[in-house]
């Protein structure tokens, strides 16, 4: 167990919807990181934010959007699904700087019908 | 060409075999991550790796930054370490990481 949850585990819903991904770090973990994993194209980071602030970007979305709270969990948002944003969306946290070691969550499997 | 590239691809081993992942990249990075996920999904982090060379218990990772290149070793391979692992790249000039495509390695008995 890393330490790091996210909810819900598997979503379905339907093209043009929006969802939620939630994610809580590690206790006194700081940043939090969002990544993508389709089968045609592997693992692709998307955001990472530090207490509460974006601080790099990877290949997100517009339609794509995340924040982290002043508890310093974290949210995805995704809208107007396409069938091709299904994918497992991990979230993973670390203490601070990105090139330290990060813990994942268990990811959530997001189907878009 | 892939920013970040691993081989092999695939890889298959008879238990007790000694394994080498090799991870080769083009950017300047702050770090290297070496990265196990397991056949349900679950992503475990192996190694972070800035310079130099890491133990784990049977898993030792090593780095050369002049030659943009990283070695993962498993010593004593076992069934349990059948798993995809994945090198990944901090690159300092995008600020983002770069993922390599994985090797799925398969130990049987």
């Known amino acids: 167990d890393s330490g790091v949850t996210q909810t819900p585990k598997h979503l379905i819903t339907a093209t043009g919807q929006r969802v939620t991904l939630r994610c809580s770090p590690r206790?006194?973990?700081?940043?939090v990181y969002w990544y993508q994993q389709s089968l045609d194209q592997g693992l692709q980071f998307l955001i990472q934010y530090y207490n509460g602030e974006e601080r790099a970007k990877g290949n997100i979305l517009e339609r794509f959007s995340a924040q982290q709270f002043p508890d310093l969990h974290s949210e995805l948002n995704l809208s107007s699904l396409e069938l091709g944003d299904s994918a497992l969306y991990f979230c993973?946290?670390?203490?601070?700087?990105?090139?330290?070691?990060?813990?994942f969550g268990p990811g959530t499997r997001l189907t878009v019908l | 060409k892939n920013e970040v590239e691993q081989s092999p691809q695939n890889l298959t081993a008879q238990e007790g075999e000694f394994i080498t992942i090799n991870c080769s990249y083009s950017?300047?990075?702050?770090?290297l991550h070496w990265l196990q996920q397991h056949p349900g999904g679950g992503i475990v982090s192996l190694f972070m790796?800035?310079?130099g060379k890491k133990k784990h218990g049977r898993l030792i990772a090593t780095i050369n930054i002049q030659e943009k290149h990283s070695s993962l070793h498993i010593t004593a391979s076992h069934p349990r370490d059948s798993a995809v692992y994945i090198c990944?790249?901090?690159?300092?000039?995008?600020?983002?990481?770069?993922f390599g495509t994985g090797t799925r390695l398969q130990v049987f008995p």
């Open positions: 950017v300047g990075i702050s770090a």
């Open positions: 990944a790249v901090w690159s300092f000039n995008t600020d983002k990481l770069i």
């Open positions: 790796l800035s310079s």
């Open positions: 993973a946290s670390s203490v601070d700087e990105p090139y330290n070691e990060q813990f």
């Open positions: 206790s006194g973990d700081l940043s």
